[in-house]
């Protein structure tokens, strides 16, 4: 489907508008998710998959940049709804969320391939950092400083290292667990294995 | 420093044959931590950045992968002794080589760089992973079974979460933490946290 980029009044231009964006968008992300780096990627070469012309793109984005962020934010997945009674809970939904979209191939591969980009494109990374990363980390440290607040998480511990154990678990399963959708109860175990510890009964702490 | 590439016979060939290995292995890494990717990568490039010429290059490497893998490989640090009394320690022996090797600006770059192309070069970094990364969880995963056979570790513990969770707490460090070298308590305080658990006194599991 080819959606033409004339120069005339629109007369419902809202519906075309957000279909052209969405054309837009997908295009990004299957030319990085096919392996072209944000580098290699053109504004032409977006167009063209997407079936626009140059001024539509330019019309919504002013550069490249601006629009890779954009796409890469679309694949994240909304932050869930926490109950907000039990920590264990909250911190098992926001888990889940994660692995849920870490669990579409096309997520993954063009979130390593932007990802081993960062150092090229500090900038870009740092805006899809602020704009995607940071509201679901803050999430995460709000559940965890909620459970140090009440007595579910013991008051002595490092907030940002707990940060650290639960989404590095999900990330590495990400990266180096077998591919494929990661395990449905994966966010539970990990919480639950986090919560209880690893310490056997001839530990010596 | 140039390395001349002469079809001469070589005197002494082993110490200008290593030097000059190092150069190339030197020059590979310089041009991926500068931002160049496997796929832009050329024998071409890399025989001009180490002073060599192509032939020597393709006397010792066949294709630019098998010179990528081993590059990669010597950024791995090697194994650590282990003590083999304390799975504690050790754990935390293993940990703290992964802070060394990934608070090096140049390594956390490269790696960067290289793992994001893991989707374009599936078989480069299949043969990374069994070259340099295998033998590192293989020592991590002897060390849980050890603690798990001796009461040191929880007997029902699921052994590939622990090794997620120890190596993915690590990995977040490297990738999300902040800029510079990892915390020098970093390792034990992982191993720790890990081991006591989160769930505070008021923990209902």
Redesign the interface.
């Known amino acids: 489907m080819t959606i033409q980029d004339s120069g005339t009044a629109r007369p419902a231009g809202r519906p075309r508008s957000e279909k052209a964006e969405k054309a837009i968008i997908d295009a990004t992300l299957d030319l990085i998710g096919e ?1 072209m ?1 944000v ?1 290699e990627l053109s504004i032409e070469a977006i167009a063209s998959r997407a079936g626009v012309g140059k001024t539509t793109i330019y019309r919504r984005w002013s550069n490249k940049e601006d629009l890779v962020v954009d796409a890469l934010s679309t694949l994240k997945a909304p932050l869930p709804p926490l109950s907000g009674i ?1 920590v ?1 809970d909250d911190l098992i939904s926001l888990l889940d969320a994660m692995r849920k979209e870490a669990g579409q191939a096309r997520t993954r ?1 063009v979130m ?9 494109y500090p900038r870009l990374m740092e805006r899809f950092v602020k704009r995607a ?1 940071e509201p679901r980390r803050q999430a995460l440290r709000s559940v965890i400083e909620r ?2 607040a ?6 002595d ?2 907030v940002d ?2 940060m ?2 639960f ?7 990400t ?3 077998p591919p494929g959708d990661l395990p449905l109860d994966l966010a539970e ?2 919480v ?14």
């Open positions: 392996g780096g580098s039990s264990r591969c390593n391939i932007a990802l081993g980009e960062a150092d090229r990363v459970g140090v009440n007595g579910e998480l013991r008051s511990l490092d290292l707990a650290a154990l989404s590095g678990a999900m990330m590495w399963h990266k180096w667990g175990r990990v639950d294995t986090v919560l209880l510890g690893l310490a056997g009964e001839r530990a010596t702490s």
